[in-house]
């Protein structure tokens, strides 16, 4: 098991390959705002973001 001494919940970056219905690739991105983390997923190749990557399948 690569990884070592992590959590099944913290394997973010790496695991799959999403792309987009536009054909980008979708990037993860957080942003610390209001005093809250706040994850959302981004198209590459047209900036689009969303809440979740299956929002820009």
């Given at each position: 098991?690569?990884?070592?001494?992590?959590?099944?919940?913290?394997?973010?970056?790496?695991?799959?390959?999403?792309?987009s219905?536009?054909?980008?690739?979708?990037?993860?991105?957080?942003?610390?705002?209001?005093?809250?983390?706040?994850?959302?997923?981004?198209?590459?190749?047209?900036?689009?973001?969303?809440r979740?990557?299956?929002?820009?399948m």
């Amino acid at each position: 098991m690569a990884g070592g001494n992590i959590s099944k919940n913290a394997r973010r970056e790496g695991a799959k390959e999403l792309v987009s219905r536009w054909g980008g690739k979708i990037i993860m991105k957080s942003v610390f705002e209001n005093g809250k983390m706040r994850h959302f997923a981004v198209c590459e190749k047209t900036g689009k973001e969303a809440r979740k990557p299956r929002d820009l399948m």
